[in-house]
């Protein structure tokens, strides 16, 4: 390592004396570029976040008779809030232990060929416009999902999230999570694959040779060692379902209100899709409410990153 | 949302195109009218304003006009904003809010508030139950089923609405829009009017309640409606397809959507004198309690706004030719085919043209 720093330096001074002791050019225009690009993400980010603001403020001062619905802005926004929570977190909660599953049989059991094509074809769902899978979701998924939903309200009732009634047309949340569950699966099983097949060979025959099964030497030396991969991924995937907007707005039969109940007719509204439903029709200080429940979810989608973060520097640290 | 911001692009490119080009086309005025013009508004309207820029260009070779469809509210906001958005297209008239800054902006070019109109369109309540092909429904049972207050296809009050009928079981899933629209804020002040008892709130864009189902704009309420059995909505009548559509009680009759039955009903529909002032603003409420069995009183009706006098005279110009054509029966026969609207009645018509006719004069 060392040696290798030195030679480069050397070779830096003889590039550096045979110049005349400046910088080329070429590197500085890319030091420059680089340097511009990074500027320019952060200020996008900033203006961004001040568009957000600045034009919230209107909202946060308003009376509340002049807000939609009549409601106060927080009132207003809460249940959007939890619509979009729930819902990614259906999507998330369904997605990955299946992608972990994904990843699993594409680094450690499916024989090498099939591996490979059957990589391309998930990271391939990641190309399907989330408009097609919202007609996806209305024309096929929804319709098939109704006995589904039949059967879940007859028999697990007693759970909250199936409590029913059973909505005839399949536009549920459940449907909804399903579908984003879909779309942040190749995501998460990218991230996974990516770390499970860089598992050291040692701990893996090391297991294998102290006797155990193949699922045994997965559980013990594969998992421990991609947690922090299937964690962020995971949080990478929320993030994307938090989002989500023309999918949902399709799809699910949005009423706006607060519950678990994830096969009926009503459900919860997400932030994104009810910004996507309202705002053409909207003017004035409606038009401020949504752009305040926007602010919300920049800032949800934040606080999910901060998270995912802070896991992974801690897992790093073990 | 993504079709949306697709189609203000796509507006803009053209207004920047044809900015550049209006030039050159000024002096080609031997045939009509030429320039452009720039209007925004209602989605409703969309499908007829593009059969009548379409015919309108096509008749005066230098003209363009583009119509931006943002909605309703944004296109009179825009309007009263001034700048490059001539006329406006509304499924609701200016409120008492909106109006003295309407008003400001027409007198601030020198001329006078128009509000006229132009476009009228039948709504039907489309239903979803195989073997039931002839439903019919009085204003309160209407009412009753979408606020939730009848359950199921046999119910009584339905019973009493289709005697000998063979009404099955099935519980009633009622579907309404989720996003915002002049469609479902003419549905509910029907509602409100004829049926005041059940109905007890307010019409509006936004449908003023949290149970049952939805579905985003037309074609999903249309296909939510269409997947699952006993469901029930309302839409244009243009976009039932092969649903089934529900007859309306009208006095002691029923009455089916028709083209004539809105323009009939709108016709005699009374004007609402606190939301029309001046000469040429035409603020009508649509009448949704007529006893008359020509009368089919659940329909959208759409306004145009313009002024009658731009400081551009151009403008003007414009304005007056495009109204003119808009409301002349090629135009409103031009939008029935396109847009499967009906056309304005007589009574209407005549009022319309004497604004059209005050526009630059």
């Given at each position: 390592?060392?040696?290798?720093?030195?030679?480069?330096?050397?070779?830096?001074?003889?590039?550096?004396?045979?110049?005349?002791?400046?910088?080329?050019?070429?590197?500085?225009?890319?030091?420059?570029?680089?340097v511009?690009?990074?500027?320019?993400?952060?200020?996008?980010?900033?203006?961004?976040?001040?568009?957000?603001?600045?034009?919230?403020?209107?909202?946060?001062?308003?009376?509340?008779?002049?807000?939609?619905?009549?409601?106060?802005?927080?009132?207003?926004?809460?249940?959007?809030?939890?619509?979009?929570?729930?819902?990614?977190?259906?999507?998330?909660?369904?997605?990955?232990?299946?992608?972990?599953?994904?990843?699993?049989?594409?680094?450690?059991?499916?024989?090498?060929?099939?591996?490979?094509?059957?990589a391309?074809?998930?990271?391939?769902?990641?190309?399907?416009?989330?408009?097609?899978?919202?007609?996806?979701?209305?024309?096929?998924?929804?319709?098939?999902?109704?006995?589904?939903?039949?059967?879940?309200?007859?028999?697990l009732?007693?759970?909250?999230?199936?409590?029913?009634?059973?909505?005839?047309?399949?536009?549920?949340?459940?449907?909804?999570?399903?579908?984003?569950?879909?779309?942040?699966?190749?995501?998460?099983?990218?991230?996974?694959?990516?770390?499970?097949?860089?598992?050291?060979?040692?701990l893996?025959?090391?297991?294998?040779?102290?006797?155990?099964?193949?699922?045994?030497?997965?559980?013990?030396?594969?998992?421990?060692?991609?947690k922090?991969?299937?964690?962020?991924?995971?949080?990478?995937?929320l993030?994307?379902?938090?989002g989500?907007t023309?999918?949902?707005?399709?799809?699910?039969?949005?009423?706006?209100?607060?519950?678990?109940?994830?096969?009926?007719?009503?459900?919860?509204?997400?932030?994104?899709?009810?910004?996507?439903?309202?705002?053409?029709?909207?003017?004035?200080?409606?038009?401020?409410?949504?752009?305040?429940?926007?602010?919300?979810?920049?800032?949800?989608?934040?606080?999910?990153?901060?998270?995912?973060?802070?896991?992974?520097?801690?897992?790093?640290?073990? | 949302?993504?079709?949306?911001?697709?189609?203000?692009?796509?507006?803009?490119?053209?207004?920047?195109?044809?900015?550049?080009?209006?030039?050159?086309?000024?002096d080609?005025?031997?045939?009509?009218?030429?320039?452009?013009?720039?209007?925004?508004?209602s989605?409703?309207?969309?499908?007829?304003?593009?059969?009548?820029?379409?015919?309108?260009?096509?008749?005066?070779?230098?003209?363009?006009?583009?119509?931006?469809?943002?909605?309703?509210?944004?296109?009179?906001?825009?309007?009263?904003?001034?700048?490059?958005?001539?006329?406006?297209?509304?499924?609701?008239?200016?409120?008492?809010?909106?109006?003295?800054?309407?008003?400001?902006?027409?007198?601030?070019?020198?001329?006078?508030?128009?509000?006229?109109?132009?476009?009228?369109?039948?709504?039907?309540?489309?239903?979803?139950?195989?073997?039931?092909?002839n439903?019919?429904?009085?204003?309160?049972?209407?009412?009753k089923?979408?606020?939730?207050?009848?359950?199921?296809?046999?119910?009584?009050?339905?019973?009493?609405?289709?005697?000998?009928?063979?009404?099955?079981?099935?519980?009633?899933?009622?579907?309404?829009?989720?996003?915002?629209?002049?469609?479902?804020?003419?549905?509910?002040?029907?509602?409100?009017?004829?049926?005041?008892?059940?109905?007890?709130?307010?019409?509006?864009?936004?449908?003023?309640?949290?149970?049952?189902?939805?579905?985003?704009?037309?074609?999903?309420?249309?296909?939510?409606?269409?997947?699952?059995?006993?469901?029930?909505?309302?839409?244009?009548?243009?976009?039932?397809?092969?649903?089934?559509?529900?007859?309306?009680?009208?006095?002691?009759?029923?009455?089916?959507?028709?083209?004539?039955?809105?323009?009939?009903?709108?016709?005699?529909?009374?004007?609402?004198?606190?939301?029309?002032?001046?000469?040429?603003?035409?603020?009508?409420?649509?009448?949704?309690?007529?006893?008359?069995?020509?009368?089919?009183?659940?329909?959208?009706?759409?306004?145009?706004?313009g002024?009658?006098?731009?400081?551009?005279?151009?403008?003007?110009?414009?304005?007056?030719?495009?109204?003119?054509?808009?409301?002349?029966?090629?135009?409103?026969?031009?939008?029935?085919?396109?847009?499967?609207?009906?056309?304005?009645?007589?009574?209407?018509?005549?009022?319309?043209?004497?604004?059209?006719?005050?526009?630059?004069?």
């Amino acid at each position: 390592m060392e040696a290798h720093t030195d030679t480069t330096t050397q070779a830096g001074q003889i590039l550096a004396s045979a110049t005349g002791g400046r910088r080329r050019p070429g590197d500085r225009i890319f030091n420059n570029a680089a340097v511009i690009a990074g500027v320019a993400v952060l200020a996008l980010l900033a203006g961004v976040a001040i568009f957000l603001v600045a034009d919230s403020i209107p909202a946060v001062t308003a009376k509340t008779a002049d807000l939609p619905d009549g409601k106060t802005l927080v009132d207003y926004i809460a249940p959007l809030a939890f619509g979009t929570i729930l819902a990614a977190v259906v999507a998330v909660v369904i997605a990955v232990p299946l992608a972990v599953a994904v990843a699993l049989f594409i680094s450690h059991v499916a024989p090498r060929r099939l591996a490979l094509s059957l990589a391309y074809v998930v990271d391939l769902l990641a190309a399907i416009p989330s408009i097609v899978y919202g007609l996806w979701g209305i024309f096929v998924l929804g319709p098939a999902m109704v006995p589904i939903l039949d059967w879940l309200v007859a028999r697990l009732s007693w759970i909250p999230f199936f409590a029913g009634p059973a909505s005839v047309t399949g536009r549920t949340m459940l449907t909804a999570g399903l579908v984003l569950a879909l779309m942040i699966l190749p995501i998460v099983s990218a991230v996974a694959r990516e770390v499970f097949s860089q598992t050291p060979r040692r701990l893996e025959e090391g297991a294998l040779a102290l006797g155990a099964t193949r699922w045994e030497m997965i559980r013990m030396s594969v998992l421990p060692f991609g947690k922090s991969a299937v964690i962020s991924g995971s949080m990478l995937g929320l993030g994307r379902a938090l989002g989500e907007t023309m999918a949902v707005v399709i799809i699910l039969s949005a009423s706006g209100i607060v519950t678990f109940n994830l096969v009926s007719q009503e459900n919860p509204t997400p932030i994104a899709a009810n910004i996507a439903l309202k705002f053409p029709e909207s003017s004035g200080l409606d038009v401020n409410a949504l752009i305040a429940s926007g602010l919300v979810l920049f800032g949800i989608t934040l606080v999910v990153n901060m998270i995912a973060r802070l896991i992974i520097s801690r897992s790093d640290v073990q | 949302m993504n079709r949306k911001w697709w189609l203000v692009s796509a507006a803009s490119a053209v207004l920047a195109l044809t900015a550049a080009a209006c030039g050159s086309s000024n002096d080609n005025s031997s045939s009509g009218v030429s320039g452009t013009l720039a209007g925004a508004g209602s989605s409703a309207q969309q499908a007829a304003q593009e059969a009548w820029t379409a015919k309108f260009e096509g008749q005066n070779s230098g003209a363009t006009i583009s119509y931006d469809a943002i909605g309703s509210g944004g296109g009179r906001d825009q309007f009263i904003a001034g700048g490059k958005t001539a006329f406006a297209g509304s499924d609701a008239p200016f409120d008492s809010e909106e109006l003295p800054k309407a008003q400001q902006r027409c007198s601030g070019e020198g001329g006078e508030l128009v509000e006229i109109p132009n476009y009228i369109s039948p709504l039907a309540i489309v239903y979803n139950l195989p073997g039931v092909d002839n439903l019919q429904l009085a204003p309160e049972t209407t009412a009753k089923i979408f606020k939730g207050e009848i359950t199921t296809w046999d119910d009584p009050a339905i019973k009493a609405d289709n005697p000998g009928a063979n009404l099955p079981s099935t519980k009633i899933t009622p579907v309404h829009r989720s996003d915002e629209s002049g469609t479902t804020f003419n549905f509910t002040d029907y509602l409100h009017e004829a049926a005041p008892s059940v109905w007890t709130f307010d019409a509006d864009g936004n449908w003023p309640l949290k149970t049952g189902e939805s579905g985003a704009q037309t074609s999903g309420l249309i296909q939510a409606v269409k997947a699952g059995e006993g469901t029930i909505g309302y839409a244009d009548e243009s976009q039932a397809g092969d649903l089934g559509v529900a007859k309306v009680k009208v006095g002691s009759t029923y009455v089916a959507p028709s083209a004539e039955g809105a323009s009939h009903d709108f016709d005699i529909s009374k004007k609402d004198p606190a939301l029309s002032p001046g000469k040429y603003v035409f603020a009508y409420k649509v009448e949704r309690t007529s006893t008359d069995p020509q009368d089919y009183p659940i329909l959208l009706v759409s306004w145009l706004m313009g002024c009658t006098k731009y400081s551009d005279s151009n403008n003007t110009d414009l304005v007056k030719a495009y109204f003119n054509y808009i409301i002349s029966s090629d135009g409103q026969q031009a939008a029935a085919q396109n847009a499967g609207s009906a056309p304005i009645g007589p009574t209407i018509k005549n009022e319309d043209q004497t604004a059209v006719d005050a526009i630059g004069g």
